[in-house]
């Protein structure tokens, strides 16, 4: 890509991080941590990687995604609505009785969500079944999913991977985001899933380890996962919780709590400069 | 009733998937490592390359069965209704339920007439975890004929449903031009003395008590109660305004199944004595099908002493 085109991306990632903020801030509560980790991956995938139209969401040939790590819906919902899909001033109706903005993404509710997801491990079986059923029917779209490396504690994600290995789903790519901490801490602490690598290529993946906030890297990533054939390709991206926010950034606490006034106003500040910057101004 | 054909419900499961195979390109069956059983196996011969195994991993194949669903396709997934409802009970809640998807999860072996294998695999506790789960279709064939039946209404309509099915052979009362309908009870005897309301095998064992207490000057009204959800309540209302006394009959435990759909039912709209007969809050226990039915009053014998130490209080 052009410093131009990496120039916009990383002024895209920096209002999607705004809208993570400004919801989960609205919300006073919600998952900005993981949100902010993946805020470069959300950007690509509906800026860049997935054939998707925001007029027609449920386009039977379009690709589909899959936040597995269904917690972090603030990413995804601030994406979609960048990318059309529904207001960005909804964003602030995050997680109010009356808003079709749930606190985890419904497919039923939420134009352009293509999977209820929500409760860690089931999304990546979704997204096998949703890759399976496109090759079986031979339709050409690819699935994307987006996994936490806590998530990958569940032991469902390993039998999801031992099926799309199984039926060497290589229209599959699944995307591990490796920001080292879940709820309780350091996930080395809490229950080491490492070597993640070495694990999803034994089950049977290509795999890919990138930087998950380098535009470039994730660009690469996304071509070679589309010339691999007869197995699915795994992603795993180095990332930092609470990107972006100096005060959320590797620490735990920001897992599942939002700003108070304060706070709030130091981390829009933060990321407004950063925008600024970004934009030349 | 002498001379009845017998067949495991299961059987009509893996006939009717062929049928339906033939007449439509979008039907995908799905098992965990039990075809032979489930009788997939007999779609899986017909079909092989939409037989999809996801082994021994009941979890992954329910949220797969979503996936699947969300292209268009029609996933039936196969299990032992102990490991289909009980091990995935939360991937079919929240992968299958909450978006409300097209996946039909069909179990055999429900129940304690499971037999040898014992209590790990008699799940009393199935149409428990399925009714809970809101807008799921809940449903048990009687016999061989209404397990088609069942299988290709299910296929007709859209949503996600849950079928049981037996192991055991039970005999086959329904005629070839017997028609069902989800969400119809079915009056397979007219009475006016006492409302037996049975579902799966105990409604042929309600039946057969039927005769013997309509030889001791009993008229037992017999309804065949396939649907659990949604329950037939013009029905059931019915039959309580016109007996007086109901008595629930079936193949699971009484906590949460459909004698307690009966209750719940009754004791909003129509206050009625009722009797549950099921398993009262035990598990099964190995031993021949028949011998455990007799051992935990599944049976006709004990339905006509329930419904006599009822009618006489």
Known sequence: ?????????????????????????????????????????????????????PKNPKWADRDRFVLSKGHTAPGLYSALAYKGFFPVEDLLTLRKIDSYLQGHPNMAMVPGVDMSTGSLGQGISSAVGMALG?????????????????????????EACMSASHYKLDNLCIIVDNNSLQIDGNIRDVMSPYPIVDKLQAF??????????????????????????????????????????????????????????AEYEIAITELKAKLNELEGK | MADVKKIATREGYGQALVELGREHDNIVVLDADLAGATK?????????????????????????????????????????????????????????????LNVKVCASHGGISVGE??????????????????????????????????????????????IRTGRSAVPVFHGEDFHFEIGKGEVVREGADIAIIANG??????????????????????INMATIKPLDEELV?????????????????????????????????????????????????????????????????????????????
């Open chain 1, 1 to 53: 890509m052009t410093e131009l085109e990496k120039r916009e991306l990383q002024i895209m990632a920096c209002k999607v991080r705004i809208g993570i903020i400004d919801s989960t801030n609205a919300a006073k509560c919600g998952h900005p941590g993981g949100s902010l980790s993946a805020a470069e991956m959300f950007t690509y995938l509906y800026q860049k990687e997935l054939n998707v139209d």
């Open chain 1, 134 to 158: 496109l090759k079986l029917q031979g339709k050409s779209p690819r699935v994307y999913t987006l996994l936490g490396d806590g998530e990958i504690q569940e032991g469902q994600v390993w």
């Open chain 1, 204 to 261: 049977g993946f290509h795999t890919i380890a990138i930087d998950g906030h380098d535009f470039d890297a994730i660009e690469a990533a996304f071509a070679e996962a589309k010339t691999v054939k007869g197995q699915p390709t795994a992603i795993v991206m180095k990332t930092i919780k609470g990107k972006d926010v100096s005060f959320m950034e590797n620490e735990a606490g920001w897992h599942g709590k939002s700003t108070n006034p």
């Open chain 2, 40 to 100: 997939t196996g007999t779609f899986k011969k017909a079909f092989p390359e939409r037989h999809l195994n996801f082994g021994i991993a009941e979890g992954n194949m329910m949220s797969a069965a979503a996936g699947l669903a969300t292209t268009g396709l029609v996933p039936f997934a196969s299990s032992f209704a102990m490991f289909a409802t009980g091990r995935a009970y939360e991937q079919i809640r929240n992968s299958i339920g909450y978006p409300h």
């Open chain 2, 117 to 162: 294998d014992g209590a790990s695999h008699q799940c009393c506790e199935d149409y428990a975890l399925m009714r809970s789960i809101p807008g799921m279709v809940v449903m048990s064939p009687a016999d061989n004929v209404e397990a088609i039946a069942m299988v290709k209404a299910a296929y007709d309509y859209e949503g996600p449903v849950y």
């Open chain 2, 201 to 222: 095998l105990m409604v042929y064992e309600a039946m057969k008590a039927g005769e013997v207490l309509a030889n001791e000057g009993i008229n037992a009204m017999i």
């Open chain 2, 237 to 313: 209302l019915a039959a309580a305004k016109k007996c007086g006394k109901v008595i629930t009959c079936e193949e699971h435990s009484i906590i949460g199944g459909l004698g307690e759909a009966v209750c719940s039912l009754l004791s909003e709209k129509l206050p009625t004595p009722v009797k549950r007969i099921g398993m009262n809050d035990e598990f099964g226990r190995s031993g021949p099908a028949a011998e455990l039915l007799q051992h935990y009053g599944l049976c006709a014998e004990n339905i006509v002493k329930v419904t006599k130490e009822f009618i006489e209080k």
